[in-house]
């Protein structure tokens, strides 16, 4: 049993770091939304930087576009000539694949400070290629909403969970400890 125990030690070890920082993560994450009053249809400030930058980015490119609290829900709205077609929810802010992809980081860490700036540059990067996803969601729905299920269900989600795998990938095949073991 303790020859089992010893050959599965690193998956184990990999296992509880991934689960530890990935429960901590989430609670700590429940615990920011429920400062929220969901009652008063206020949605998290994450949420808004993030509705603000995709907005921002549609504005860079010429999309005439307006953003606003919606009244029913906590969300953001895209309006187009004074109709909302876009909302901008709380899931959109990408913090949860954050969480997902810290929590693998950890679980193979190597090194504070190596680990600690490879979490703040993918973070950095999901963030910036989320609120791009968003941009060009926002477009394509504008002008093929008859796409909406594949764009929003299928292609954009593929998008940044590509991403992030390919980050993963990319820590465990030259930065993490794994690496240099192999």
Request: aromatic letters at 20%.
């Amino acid at each position: 049993m303790k020859d089992l125990f010893q050959q599965y030690l690193p998956f184990l070890k990999f296992l509880a770091k991934f689960l530890g920082t990935y429960i901590i993560l989430t609670l700590l994450y429940n615990a920011y939304l429920k400062s929220f009053d969901e009652s008063k249809f206020e949605p998290d400030n994450f949420t808004l930087i993030v509705a603000n930058h995709s907005g921002q980015i549609l504005e860079w490119v010429g999309f005439d576009i307006e953003y606003q609290l919606s009244p029913r829900d906590p969300s953001m709205m895209f309006l187009k000539d004074k109709k909302p077609f876009v909302r901008i929810v709380e899931g959109c802010n990408a913090l949860s694949v954050m969480i997902l992809f810290v929590a693998f980081i950890i679980a193979f860490s190597n090194g504070v400070w190596r680990t600690f700036r490879f979490l703040l540059i993918g973070v950095f990067i999901i963030h910036v290629l989320n609120v791009l996803r968003i941009a060009l969601l926002t477009l394509g729905l504008y002008y093929y909403p008859e796409y909406k299920t594949l764009m929003h269900d299928i292609v954009f989600p593929l998008f940044i969970y590509g991403i992030v795998f390919g980050l993963w990938v990319l820590w465990v095949n030259k930065f993490s400890n794994y690496a240099r073991k192999n």
